[in-house]
């Protein structure tokens, strides 16, 4: 197998974090150390912190309560109402709008 202009053995050719080797799976490049998907996107994506899946390039999002998350999941963790540039209240890093922010949860 090729890859970075050296030649591995495919099973040297190794996640850099989980040691697994990489064979025909995806992978990424980090500081010319191979990753797996996986180890990449938790190592160095930002996931969004409502679903749980990774930001996207194209994607948008926002910053709040410390974490990044889809303008989409940016939402109320009882009603779902999206609270994007509006005001909200926080609770164990859930986002509530205004309505809920003193309801039990
Ligand atoms: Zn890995
Ligand atoms: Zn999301
Ligand atoms: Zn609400």
């Not at 190794?14 to 990424?28: D, E, G, L, S, V």
Request: aromatic content about 14%; glycine content about 6%; hydrophobic content about 30%.
């Amino acid at each position: 197998m090729h890859a970075l202009k050296m030649t591995y053995h495919v099973q040297c050719f190794k996640c850099a974090a989980c040691k697994t080797p990489i064979r025909n799976q995806a992978f990424y490049m980090e500081e010319g150390e191979p990753y797996c998907e996986k180890d990449y996107e938790k190592m160095f994506g930002t996931k969004c912190h409502g679903c749980d899946f990774k930001i996207d390039a194209g994607d948008r999002f926002l910053e709040a309560l410390g974490y990044s998350w889809h303008d989409t999941c940016f939402v109320c963790a009882l009603c779902q109402i999206n609270l994007e540039g509006k005001t909200f209240y926080s609770k164990k890093d859930k986002p509530l709008c205004k309505g809920h922010a003193f309801a039990p949860v």
